[in-house]
């Protein structure tokens, strides 16, 4: 199995826009999807198939992939906004078809 | 409404044998894939082990051999028997609901943890 790269940390200041990649080869053939982890909290899905958000998730959270490298970008970043995101993809050619991203820290300053 | 609760976690000692339980509701856990996700202290999201809908299993290498998934239909309850732990697998432990969208996979829905401690 593997682990897609992502940047350990980001940091924003409020009101800017945040981006996150998540590496590996040809990641644009494949969908990603992308989850916030708060602090002491379960992982919430933000981002699914690539730029879906699922209902409750603000606009300002959106994803690309493309070639690759696959990004969640969040607009007009808020305090609340500053958490841990992971990225993950099925893979069914993989030996195990679950894989998550290596995880971002973002930072809000 | 769709909820996952885990239970079942504690403190063991290495080498021994623990099991935890993700009770399901507002869903049918035999129709859909169910999957154990940990997270070491400090660490990233770990993929455990997937139950498929038609009953396969599959897990990750770090417990293959050790660790079983396995459902109840009639409580709605998936579970995770774990054996010959290690320190290693000092985890919170999620349950999560993993759905198809045209042949893709991704987790909706998660569980609170359940945290398991492996110490002398």
């Known amino acids: 199995s593997y682990v897609l790269t992502q940047p350990p940390s980001v940091s924003v200041a409020p009101g800017k826009t945040a981006r996150i990649t998540c590496g590996d080869d040809?990641?644009?053939?494949?969908?990603v999807h992308w989850y916030q982890q708060k602090p002491g909290q379960a992982p919430v899905l933000v981002v699914y198939?690539?730029?879906d958000r699922p209902s409750g998730i603000p606009e300002r959270f959106s994803g690309s992939n493309s070639g690759n490298t696959a990004t969640l970008t969040i607009s007009r970043v808020e305090a609340g906004d500053e958490a841990d995101y992971y990225c993950q993809v099925w893979d069914p050619t993989s030996d195990h078809p679950n894989v998550f991203g290596t995880g971002t820290k973002v930072t809000v300053l | 409404e769709v909820q996952l609760v885990e239970s079942g976690g504690g403190l063991i000692q290495p080498g021994g044998s623990l099991r935890l339980s993700c009770a399901a509701s507002g869903f049918t856990v035999s129709r859909t894939y169910m999957t154990w996700v940990r997270q070491a202290p400090g660490k990233g999201l770990e993929w455990v082990a997937v139950i498929y809908s038609g009953g396969n299993t599959d897990y990750a290498d770090s417990v293959k051999g050790r660790f079983t998934i396995s459902r109840d239909s009639l409580k709605n309850t998936l579970f995770l028997q774990m054996n010959s732990l290690r320190a290693e697998d000092t985890a919170m432990y999620y349950c999560?609901?993993?759905?198809?969208?045209?042949?893709?996979?991704?987790?909706?829905?998660w569980g609170q943890g359940t945290l398991l401690t492996v110490s002398s």
């Open positions: 040809n990641i644009g053939t494949k969908s």
């Open positions: 198939d690539d730029s």
């Open positions: 999560a609901r993993q759905i198809q969208n045209y042949g893709d996979y991704y987790f909706d829905y």
